[in-house]
């Protein structure tokens, strides 16, 4: 129990110091230093920053895991997915929009991971892949998807995602920023209120 606690500590504290000094910035020395332990002692535990990044994204598909398994979000086959949105109310569509986004914003460890990303995503290929994947591409394709199998219109798949995400990556920075936060979360449920609006006409039936 205690291994793993410490394991722990130092992921958080290691991915506190990517998020600020970018991961590039960062050595195993800043990370031992960080925790108060000797260099020899954060070996026993990660031998190197690429074992440590390698938990952190394994900690980060944990957590996405969780979360849909404690909200209900449509899971599984692409098809399961889609029928899972396609039978789900306005309100559960806005919860679960802002669940995901207070994941990115909110939650201390996901919210470190995507300054990281967002640090380093021109200096270094790793880093641009997994901000593709955790940020843009990915949640892009995986939208692409369900409007394709809500609306049967293959050609108006890809902007519906881009419409409907565009937006809402937008608003991470802006709640960054932000000094009245509801404000920002208010923007979001609005935003999928008005965009369900106009989907809801070219729903297949």
């Known amino acids: 129990m205690e291994e793993k606690s ?16 970018g991961y590039l910035g960062t050595s195993m020395n800043d990370i031992a230093r960080q925790l108060g332990v000797t260099k020899a002692a954060l070996y026993k535990h990660y031998t190197s920053k690429q ?26 086959d692409s098809e399961t997915v889609i029928r899972g949105y396609r039978e789900a109310d306005i309100d559960k569509i806005k919860q679960i929009t802002k669940v995901q986004f207070l994941h990115w914003t909110e939650e201390e460890f996901s919210n470190c991971f995507r300054k990281m990303l967002m640090l380093e995503q021109y ?75 106009i989907l809801k006409g070219g729903r297949r039936k």
């Open 123 to 197: 200096r270094d290929e790793t880093m641009a892949a997994l901000f593709q994947k955790y940020l843009v591409s990915g949640p892009v394709s995986y939208m692409e998807i369900i409007f394709k199998g809500l609306t049967g219109k293959e050609a108006d798949a890809r902007q519906l995602a881009l419409d409907f995400y565009g937006p809402i990556f937008l608003m991470y920075s802006l709640y960054d920023a932000a000094d009245e936060k509801e404000e920002i979360i208010t923007m979001l449920e609005l935003h999928v209120e008005r965009f369900a609006k």
């Open 6 to 21: 410490t394991k722990e500590r130092i992921l958080e504290e290691a991915l506190r110091l990517f998020a600020k000094n």
């Open 51 to 76: 074992e440590i990044l390698d938990s952190i994204v394994n900690r980060m598909d944990s957590l996405d895991y969780e979360r849909g398994k404690k909200y209900e979000m449509p899971q599984g």
